[in-house]
């Protein structure tokens, strides 16, 4: 997955200003005519965690595909206030987007952290502003128990390095750890590209990625609700607890489970086919059948 040989051709970029002035750095690829799906990335990367989805015929020729880099990451702003990283401006940050591109109740699929932005938008938004949500290896809600829930060992020692640690060098190897730990096969391109936003993003912009408050009975009014849900992880994820999050869903109405064998936190990579094959497959095929639903 190296970034300069997958940057997509034609791809539609724009910086975009959300409700509160903040900026949000959003891109698009595909015929917007097809139904939409917007892709949120997770802690401390960027919207190019994507790419290698934005340049697969197999999702472009079916889907327009939608991408932002979250408030406090890549080239969206960085704010440092409490009301800046009140639930409803990451809301706003969808809306933001979704307006720009002209979208219709896409898709809007999480990863990782970005799952906690399915959240947001439907504390704010009604459930039929969209018409499925997807999380891929993600996390349920974001509240002061969340690394002791749904995070590693690993990944909670890890992320202490990169956002408490008053040392260089254990910055550093958290970093890398991180890194390492969403996907070991990364090529070295994007392993670079990903160590380069970390220590480019401000700490208080990790931290408050991770701390900030969220609406969290959310999660059980959307489970009550007939919005399609998918939750897809793979068996071999470093970072996140996966085989804790059917229990989380267990009385959701609408919710389908998948599991990838051998993916790793990031279970679309190309580095590892098999397991990416088996991502793709099961995410269109579940995607197709609620646009189906819909005739």
Known sequence: MDEQATRTAGEDTRMLVSADGTQIYASAVGDPSKQAIVFIHGFVWTSMAFDEIFCDPDWTNCLYLVRYDARGHGRSGKPDTDEKWESRRLAEDFKTVVDAFKLQRPFV????????HLIDILSFYPMDYVLGIINIAGITYIDDTLLDRLGTPAVCEWIQQMTASPNVEDF??????????????LSYGVRQTCLGNIMAQPRYAMLRSLTRKQNVETFGNVGRAVLPCLVIYGDQDELVLVHKLPGYYRDWKN??????????HIPWSKSVERPAASFKEKMLRWVDSIMKSQL
């Open 109 to 116: 699929a999480g990863w990782s952290l970005g799952s906690s």
């Open 172 to 185: 550093q190897a958290g970093a890398v750890s991180f890194i390492d730990g969403c996907c070991q096969t």
């Open 255 to 264: 919710v389908t489970l998948e599991v990838v064998e051998g993916g790793s």
